[in-house]
């Protein structure tokens, strides 16, 4: 987003897009509208139909579905949904700022073998990774052995099927997301313009403050929604390391279309959640286009 | 590759062709199944008589295999719904009578099993394995007699219990505590259970309906309300876990295997259906899966040691199964999502 061409420079290559652009753009359209687009209108249409004893869908109008999504008992699921995810997103970014500018401030084949690093929990099973955490939290698991071990703890304690549990697994998840983008936004920061806030008088907080999070500011916010949203409604952790106790919006969701086979409701459900991240969204672009 | 889309083609023509459904031996099987509950043994020695590609695709509760089926996208030549589902599938016409000319190992099968109320004429389903639901208790932990369900949600157990993650299962459970029979689940009776479960349920450490006895093996937990077949196969790692039908009732489940409308390799979906129910085979998912097994010769063959094993056969009594509900699924959804909101 820093590095968007200016207005002038854009202006000598923007030519009207010819059949050849177009043509090379077709594979992505396509994608877009088969997969994007199409399902997202059979979820509009879908929440507001209704279903028939088995749980098929019958095609005959109602309200009823989005007057339950507003109902007290969702709202509140929503909101320790969104309260769960926006405390992921602060460790995420608390924890990973300092490591994606420790990264981008190395030299370059230190910095490669640096992010290899971040990476290579990606080659392994999203689930499998669940579940080692799993091994490591129970009552008789590695970390309460280590503890009991070190005599710093005499009984074990419940670490497992706790919010802590389903904090610890949400952060692990999507760490890396938050570490990528600003290590791409910090990487791009110019050194001397630190040692320039220095020169200028400005101690570390205020040069931290006032120049470098402005300067990685669009690593932030991409980092931000790279984690809240996929964090909003995620459903495996909190099945496997929360025990399936306290239900968030993603397991009331999954819910719909599996358990409970209300596909109208689930789809409702799920209408009313996209429009939630379109709106913010939406708002956050205008504020900062104000702000430019 | 090419061949089998051609092959499968000229089958088709050929089909058309001739008014008697005359057709080439089946090549596959699209088998629609619980997970962890079809040996891979048996699917191998299947293939290798039969010289047919078994397609296992697993489901985790009845409810997402129905949802799948509905669904449609692939055509499953056998699925193996639990016996409330399968109610639920004939009454909507979406099951194919089984020809029992071509599946003579269904003799094997006990009496009690056959004709049950989910398919009262037996026409369209095979009993797979069969089981209960009750109460493990980890005895070297819990020193307390635990006769029932009243005993299991007692507030001294709290956080040390597991529960299958099934909303009409805990609502049956309540129902029986309130003295309801079973299949009487109607909005007036789910709101009499809310405040039994909204106490319960503050007592629960884990609901898992996939694999409860890690938990319970684990150590997190002690005490389960699980399936059957769980508790056996935790009986059988250590005897310290003790199975105990609840005194207020207990009911049976009933998978089956069923042949669903659209299915394309009938000759293969029949094939199979005889050949789990040879009595070998049928002893051989018992020794994986040790729920109860409805195959009377197959239980014949199976170990003292197997058929002492309380989970598996429990004391005989009389047992009730699940009907097909209706519309109250979602509102026990609704009532299980409202009552974990609370906590």
């Given at each position: 987003m820093q590095a968007l061409p200016t207005a002038a420079s854009a202006r000598a290559h923007a030519r009207p897009p010819k059949v050849v652009g177009w043509l090379l753009l077709?594979?992505l359209l396509?994608?877009?509208?088969?997969?994007?687009?199409?399902?997202?209108?059979?979820?509009?249409?879908?929440?507001?139909?209704?279903?028939?004893?088995?749980?098929?869908?019958?095609?005959?109008?109602?309200?009823?579905?989005?007057?339950?999504?507003?109902?007290?008992?969702?709202?509140?699921?929503?909101?320790?949904?969104?309260?769960?995810?926006?405390?992921?997103?602060?460790?995420?970014?608390?924890?990973?700022?300092?490591?994606?500018?420790?990264?981008a401030?190395?030299?370059?084949?230190?910095?490669?073998?640096?992010?290899?690093?971040?990476?290579?929990?990606?080659?392994?099973?999203?689930?499998?990774?669940?579940?080692?955490?799993?091994?490591?939290?129970?009552?008789?698991?590695?970390?309460?052995?280590?503890?009991?071990?070190?005599?710093?703890?005499?009984?074990?304690?419940?670490?497992?099927?706790?919010?802590?549990?389903?904090?610890?697994?949400?952060?692990?998840?999507?760490?890396?997301?938050?570490?990528?983008p600003i290590y791409v936004s910090a990487e791009k920061v110019d050194g001397s313009l630190?040692?320039a806030?220095?020169?200028?008088?400005?101690?570390?907080?205020?040069?931290?403050?006032?120049v470098i999070?402005p300067l990685t500011q669009p690593g932030i916010l991409a980092?931000?929604?790279?984690?809240?949203?996929?964090?909003?409604?995620?459903?495996?952790?909190?099945?496997?390391?929360?025990?399936?106790?306290?239900?968030?919006?993603?397991?009331?969701?999954?819910?719909?279309?599996?358990?409970?086979?209300?596909?109208?409701?689930?789809?409702?459900?799920?209408?009313?959640?996209?429009?939630?991240?379109?709106?913010?969204?939406?708002?956050a672009q205008r504020r900062r286009r104000r702000h430019a | 590759?090419?061949?089998?889309?051609?092959?499968?083609?000229?089958?088709?023509?050929?089909?058309?062709?001739?008014?008697?459904?005359?057709?080439?031996?089946?090549?596959?099987?699209?088998?629609?199944?619980?997970?962890?509950?079809?040996?891979?043994?048996?699917?191998?020695?299947?293939?290798?008589?039969?010289?047919?590609?078994?397609?296992?695709?697993?489901?985790?509760?009845?409810?997402?295999?129905?949802?799948?089926?509905?669904?449609?996208?692939?055509?499953?030549?056998?699925?193996?719904?639990?016996?409330?589902?399968?109610?639920?599938?004939?009454?909507?016409?979406?099951?194919?009578?089984?020809?029992?000319?071509?599946?003579?190992?269904?003799?094997?099968?006990?009496?009690?099993?056959?004709?049950?109320?989910?398919?009262?004429?037996?026409?369209?389903?095979?009993?797979?394995?069969?089981?209960?639901?009750?109460?493990?208790?980890?005895?070297?932990?819990?020193?307390?007699?635990?006769?029932?369900?009243?005993?299991?949600?007692?507030?001294?157990?709290?956080?040390?219990?597991?529960?299958?993650?099934?909303?009409?299962?805990?609502?049956?459970?309540?129902?029986?505590?309130?003295?309801?029979?079973?299949?009487?689940?109607?909005?007036?009776?789910?709101?009499?259970?809310?405040?039994?479960?909204?106490?319960?349920?503050?007592?629960?450490?884990?609901?898992?309906?996939?694999?409860?006895?890690?938990?319970?093996?684990?150590?997190?937990?002690?005490?389960?309300?699980?399936?059957?077949?769980?508790?056996?196969?935790?009986?059988?790692?250590?005897?310290?876990?003790?199975?105990?039908?609840?005194?207020?009732?207990?009911?049976?489940?009933?998978?089956?295997?069923?042949?669903?409308?659209?299915?394309?390799?009938?000759?293969?979906?029949?094939?199979?259906?005889?050949?789990?129910?040879?009595?070998?085979?049928?002893?051989?998912?018992?020794?994986?899966?040790?729920?109860?097994?409805?195959?009377?010769?197959?239980?014949?063959?199976?170990?003292?040691?197997?058929?002492?094993?309380?989970?598996?056969?429990?004391?005989?009594?009389?047992?009730?199964?699940?009907?097909?509900?209706?519309?109250?699924?979602?509102?026990?959804?609704?009532?299980?999502?409202?009552?974990?909101?609370?906590?």
């Amino acid at each position: 987003m820093q590095a968007l061409p200016t207005a002038a420079s854009a202006r000598a290559h923007a030519r009207p897009p010819k059949v050849v652009g177009w043509l090379l753009l077709a594979p992505l359209l396509v994608w877009l509208a088969a997969f994007v687009v199409l399902p997202l209108l059979v979820l509009l249409v879908y929440s507001f139909c209704q279903r028939d004893d088995l749980g098929r869908v019958v095609f005959s109008f109602t309200w009823e579905n989005y007057e339950r999504v507003f109902s007290p008992l969702y709202l509140r699921i929503l909101g320790r949904s969104i309260g769960y995810a926006g405390l992921t997103t602060i460790i995420c970014l608390v924890i990973g700022f300092p490591v994606a500018w420790f990264i981008a401030r190395q030299t370059p084949a230190r910095r490669n073998r640096l992010l290899l690093l971040v990476m290579i929990p990606f080659w392994t099973n999203f689930l499998i990774r669940t579940y080692a955490w799993i091994v490591i939290l129970k009552g008789e698991g590695l970390l309460n052995a280590l503890l009991q071990y070190g005599r710093i703890i005499a009984e074990p304690i419940e670490l497992l099927y706790t919010p802590f549990a389903v904090l610890t697994g949400l952060v692990y998840a999507y760490l890396p997301f938050m570490i990528l983008p600003i290590y791409v936004s910090a990487e791009k920061v110019d050194g001397s313009l630190v040692e320039a806030a220095h020169d200028l008088g400005a101690g570390p907080l205020r040069a931290f403050s006032s120049v470098i999070i402005p300067l990685t500011q669009p690593g932030i916010l991409a980092g931000v929604l790279l984690v809240f949203v996929p964090a909003i409604g995620m459903f495996a952790i909190t099945d496997l390391m929360g025990g399936a106790q306290v239900p968030l919006i993603g397991n009331v969701i999954q819910n719909q279309f599996l358990r409970a086979r209300n596909w109208p409701f689930g789809a409702a459900l799920g209408v009313v959640f996209t429009l939630l991240f379109v709106v913010t969204y939406a708002l956050a672009q205008r504020r900062r286009r104000r702000h430019a | 590759m090419k061949i089998i889309p051609c092959l499968r083609i000229l089958t088709l023509t050929v089909l058309c062709a001739c008014a008697v459904p005359l057709r080439a031996a089946d090549q596959e099987l699209n088998l629609f199944a619980w997970s962890e509950y079809v040996p891979q043994g048996v699917l191998e020695a299947f293939e290798e008589e039969t010289g047919i590609t078994v397609n296992y695709e697993t489901f985790a509760s009845g409810e997402e295999m129905l949802a799948k089926l509905i669904a449609g996208g692939t055509a499953y030549d056998l699925i193996q719904p639990p016996d409330y589902i399968a109610e639920a599938l004939i009454k909507n016409r979406l099951l194919l009578p089984v020809d029992f000319a071509q599946v003579p190992n269904f003799r094997h099968i006990l009496a009690e099993y056959k004709g049950m109320p989910h398919d009262p004429e037996q026409k369209f389903t095979v009993p797979y394995m069969t089981g209960t639901v009750g109460i493990v208790v980890n005895t070297e932990r819990i020193k307390t007699p635990i006769r029932g369900v009243k005993d299991l949600f007692s507030p001294q157990h709290k956080g040390r219990i597991v529960v299958v993650d099934d909303g009409r299962e805990l609502v049956t459970a309540a129902l029986y505590v309130l003295g309801h029979p079973l299949n009487n689940i109607t909005p007036e009776t789910l709101e009499q259970t809310r405040p039994l479960l909204a106490e319960w349920f503050n007592l629960i450490k884990l609901f898992d309906s996939d694999s409860p006895k890690t938990a319970l093996l684990n150590g997190d937990v002690d005490l389960g309300y699980v399936w059957g077949g769980e508790a056996a196969a935790l009986w059988n790692e250590d005897r310290k876990f003790q199975y105990v039908l609840p005194a207020e009732g207990a009911h049976l489940f009933v998978d089956v295997l069923a042949i669903p409308v659209g299915a394309k390799n009938l000759q293969a979906a029949h094939a199979f259906l005889d050949f789990v129910l040879r009595p070998e085979v049928s002893r051989q998912i018992s020794d994986e899966f040790p729920y109860t097994n409805p195959n009377g010769e197959a239980r014949k063959l199976l170990t003292d040691a197997q058929r002492a094993n309380p989970a598996s056969y429990p004391p005989a009594r009389p047992l009730d199964t699940f009907r097909h509900l209706g519309d109250t699924g979602a509102l026990i959804d609704e009532l299980v999502t409202d009552l974990k909101n609370a906590r």
